[in-house]
């Protein structure tokens, strides 16, 4: 193992155990690389197996799995069938044991707890759905929730599919301009909203963003309001309409589930891109859904079982995954209001110990933030709990790494790298069958050593369908780099052994003196000094390298301003040699982030070199890029001069 730099190997009790196995078992397959090379070879056979052993549900049966006669950007899926998304996460439980089981135990950030079964979750459906379908909603229609993690927004996910409507998850950190420009390019009928809620300590309003967008929105017809935190409210008669009173007449007969065209959308997800509108991207009822388990059961090995635990926002991917993901698995999802910070800085440990989370869901800027803090003590919680660790978001340093699986998973917990996109899920992720390297993915086709573009020359079950209203933004944006083949827009690396590495973003991705690196690996030493809380590792041009090495950082508070520049350099030269030095090391109060934390290093970039950052709708703290542009214009803290 050591020889190999492999950190985790799977058990034998685990890997007969895992959902992987079992698939490969009922697929007739041999072992995992037989099964790979068969789902490449024969895809309506592997496709047809995977439906029917998840148990995913149609009211009538395709004739088809798989059609690519259109070309490979337009396949589509379980030809002539008919389903609904909501039959698999909610109906099918009826009967069962899981129907009385937990599905959501939701944690407000002011201490309030609330608990619902499958049952109770279904009923809580059917009256939502029976409300929509009596103010004239139903097929086709979209209906935009612009909530934050409060129970309601579950609910939602699966109520809007249940009438075959559309539902389209907005950012609850989105203002008026974001708001409006999606209720718009969607042509939204409706919004379930939230008067207010929670976070850090405040109340943030949302009713009332509505109100300052609804003249602009001719297609907004309703607005439901959720009940959480006293806000002083505008109400319009028959538009408005509170929530509490919209489900409490009951479902009467029409909290039925739709029988949709399988290949018809229920999920809508706005994706922001490095220049120009956000992108509309559209998910199907047997698409997304079937994908989810592949990707999180199968693949990730979530399980029944499972307590699953995985902080983002519900306009992101990571809500959907997590509410589909629990339900269409029977599992049981812990949501929590707020930030993983908040009120106190240690809250997700807590919640871990406290609700005996198995699964959790980390994006590795979390774990590099708990590393640099020397306060931290993991021994204060009983985290032995946890089962697996699934992570996103970004590329692991291998400090970070080590640190998550041997401070908090006890050298015990495997750690399932997952990286995709909003438009399909994943492309690359880990196996629990298999061993593990830091930061590593399990094996696909490419040379050893390599550094290259990820990219994809089969569509995958749960692929987009298309940009909503766009088809020529779709092919542009992902298919016109080369000829049937998806551009992802991620540089990637396979080792000796066969394990996968994502380096980045290609264009986060540095090229310093003929070699390509991560800018996580020059973050991660920046980290190590203990005087950075956060950092973003830039590349900008230079005359004699061509791209040089700027590092952006955030210090802690005790960190002495007027050492620090040099202690940084000194700790990247130190850790990757002379070519690496950093040309400049910037000091400034807050970096662009989005509300799961990830850090927006192309928008830091934009804004050091006065260029245009793109779409920052997406962003927490918008603010931080005009503090970002005025130190640009002024002379800066630098390593061994000015910059």
């Not at 009332?208 to 609804?214: F, G, M, N, T």
Request: some cysteine; overall charge negative; hydrophobic content about 40%.
């Amino acid at each position: 193992m050591a020889e190999h730099g492999i950190a985790w190997m799977p058990s034998p009790e685990m890997v007969a155990e895992a959902n992987l196995t079992k698939l490969i078992s009922y697929c007739g397959r041999t072992d995992y690389d037989d099964l790979l090379r068969w789902s490449i070879d024969q895809p309506e056979a592997f496709y047809r197996s995977l439906l029917e052993h998840i148990d995913y549900r149609f009211t009538k049966p395709f004739t088809q799995a798989i059609d690519t006669s259109q070309g490979i950007e337009r396949t589509r899926w379980c030809i002539g069938a008919e389903t609904n998304v909501a039959l698999n996460c909610l109906d099918k439980w009826r009967g069962a044991p899981t129907y009385e089981k937990t599905a959501l135990e939701w944690l407000g950030e002011n201490g309030e707890r609330l608990t619902r079964t499958y049952r109770e979750l279904d009923d809580e459906a059917c009256r939502l759905a029976a409300g929509l379908r009596r103010l004239g909603l139903g097929t086709g229609d979209v209906v935009a929730m612009y909530l934050p993690n409060v129970p309601e927004a579950v609910t939602t996910l699966l109520a809007v599919p249940k009438i075959g409507g559309i539902v389209l998850p907005l950012f609850s950190g989105f203002g008026p301009d974001a708001v409006a420009a999606r209720l718009n390019n969607a042509c939204a009928k409706a919004v379930i909203t939230v008067d207010g809620s929670y976070r850090r300590g405040k109340v943030v309003a949302a009713k009332p963003v509505v109100d300052q967008v609804r003249a602009d929105v001719p297609s907004l017809q309703h607005v439901i309001v959720c009940h959480r935190a006293d806000v002083e409210l505008s109400w319009t008669p028959g538009v408005d309409h509170h929530w509490h009173e919209l489900v409490a007449q009951g479902p009467e007969g029409d909290g039925s589930t739709a029988s949709m065209p399988a290949d018809s959308p229920y999920l809508l997800v706005y994706t922001s891109g490095t220049t120009g509108k956000p992108k509309g991207v559209v998910h199907t009822h047997c698409g997304f859904p079937v994908k989810t388990v592949l990707d999180l059961g199968i693949c990730m090995e979530f399980k029944p079982s499972d307590r699953i635990l995985w902080m983002s926002d519900m306009g992101w991917l990571v809500g959907p995954i997590l509410v589909y993901g629990t339900t269409l698995m029977g599992g049981t999802m812990v949501l929590a209001e707020g930030t993983p910070d908040y009120p106190r800085s240690d809250r997700i440990w807590r919640i871990v110990s406290d609700h005996r989370v198995s699964y959790l869901g980390i994006a590795p800027t979390i774990a590099r933030t708990f590393m640099a803090d020397p306060s931290f003590d993991a021994g204060r919680y009983d985290l032995d709990s946890l089962r697996v660790f699934c992570s996103t978001g970004e590329a692991w340093t291998p400090e970070a790494w080590h640190w998550l699986f041997e401070v908090i998973g006890k050298k015990r917990t495997p750690i399932v790298n997952f990286s995709g996109g909003t438009e399909m899920g994943g492309i690359l992720t880990s196996v629990v069958t298999h061993p593990i390297k830091p930061g590593s993915f399990t094996r696909q086709e490419a040379k050893p050593g390599e550094v290259g573009e990820l990219v994809m020359r089969r569509a995958p079950i749960g692929l987009t369908q298309g940009l909503w209203h766009d088809d020529a933004r779709y092919i542009e944006t992902y298919w016109s780099t080369w000829p049937n083949v998806w551009h992802h827009g991620d540089f990637a690396m396979r080792d000796a052994d066969g394990f996968y590495y994502i380096l980045g973003r290609s264009d986060d991705t540095l090229k310093i003196a003929g070699k390509r690196t991560g800018p996580s690996e020059i973050e991660g030493l920046v980290l190590s000094t203990g005087l950075v809380k956060e950092v973003a590792a830039i590349g900008v041009p230079d005359p004699v390298k061509g791209t040089a090495i700027v590092c952006v950082c955030v210090l802690r508070e005790a960190a002495p301003t007027d050492t620090a520049a040099d202690t940084i350099s000194a700790a990247v030269l130190k850790g990757l040699g002379t070519a690496f030095r950093p040309k400049q090391v910037v000091l400034c109060g807050d970096l662009p982030k989005t509300r799961n934390m990830k850090i927006m290093r192309r928008v830091v970039r934009a804004a050091l070199l006065g260029q245009d950052a793109g779409d920052l709708s997406s962003l927490v703290n918008p603010e931080s890029v005009e503090g970002l542009r005025r130190l640009a214009g002024r002379t800066s803290h630098s390593a061994g001069g000015e910059a």
